[in-house]
């Protein structure tokens, strides 16, 4: 399954994108996305691919917006090139909507692992934190926001990565604001204060993120979605479950 996201398995057909990436699988899906399990044909490789899934009933401006955000994920990623950031190989369009290209990464998120073992060892919590951080600052440096650090967008992967992904709501340098006032996007267990009060909003609020999500993987005492909770007479359009507008394994759906 692809971190963040919860399983799907319909029967599907074995769609040709592009003329070149077959798709094979659903590997999970979210409020707003869908990722695949892909055939490169052309280079005979496994890859992700993110599908736009738009909710029903959205209106042209919504739609628009969805699309604007996912490219804007698709450039956050590719401008990074870390070995702790989930690789962007392309993006497709079919019937006007993105399809983000991503490295395959082998793996079990964060969530799952606490989910399935329990809190584990500091020490491996720490090393875990490190490669977040990693991503994080090679993400800062570049002037991208991620916004939505959390047990469900670390990936450990079978290799022994750890790999920070959906980049959905990250920032680029001149991004016009993407919320409007009182609504605030991200999972509230994780958010940092200024996040959910409309504060100055900088890398700080990825790295209290970060501290809350490696905090609760180490420690004996952590519960399940624990951590700080949204402040009052907030809107947030995020939750404690796993990738709520993202699901996924290599990217997340958004």
């Known amino acids: 399954m692809i971190a963040g996201y919860l399983p799907v398995v319909p029967d599907t057909p ?22 695949w ?12 691919i993110k599908e736009l899934v738009a909710p029903p009933g959205l ?19 590719a401008r990074l090139g870390h ?24 793996s079990r998120s964060l969530h799952e692992v606490l989910e399935a073992e329990g809190p584990m060892p500091v020490a491996r919590a720490a090393r875990i934190g490190l490669g977040v951080l990693g991503a994080l600052r090679a993400a800062h440096q570049a002037g991208v926001l991620h916004r939505d650090v959390k047990p469900a967008n670390v990936l450990l992967a079978d290799d022994g990565r750890v790999v920070l992904t959906d980049f959905g709501l990250a920032t680029l340098p001149g991004d016009p604001r993407m919320t409007q006032t009182g609504m605030v996007l991200g999972s509230p267990a994780y958010l940092a204060p200024e996040r959910a009060t409309d504060g100055d909003v900088g890398p700080a609020a990825d ?24 402040a009052p007479g907030r809107r947030s359009a995020g939750s ?3 990738g709520e507008h993202h699901r996924r394994r290599a990217g997340s759906p958004d």
Do not use: C, K, T
């Not at 905090?215 to 949204?230: F, K, L």
């Open 83 to 106: 070995v702790n950031v989930v690789r962007v190989f392309d993006v497709l369009h079919s019937d006007d909507d993105p399809w983000i290209v991503m490295e395959l990464v082998p």
């Open 59 to 77: 209106r042209d401006d919504e739609r628009r917006e969805m699309r604007e955000r996912s490219m804007r994920e698709a450039r956050a990623v």
């Open 14 to 35: 074995r769609q040709l994108i592009a003329n070149r990436y077959r798709l094979v699988r659903p590997l999970g899906q979210g409020g707003m996305g869908r990722v």
């Open 37 to 48: 399990q892909a055939r490169d044909e052309m280079l005979q490789r496994d890859v992700a």
């Open 207 to 230: 790295l209290w993120s970060l501290g809350a999500a490696a905090s609760g993987a180490g420690s004996a005492d952590q519960r399940r979605g624990g951590g700080p909770a949204p």
């Open 240 to 242: 404690n479950r796993p």
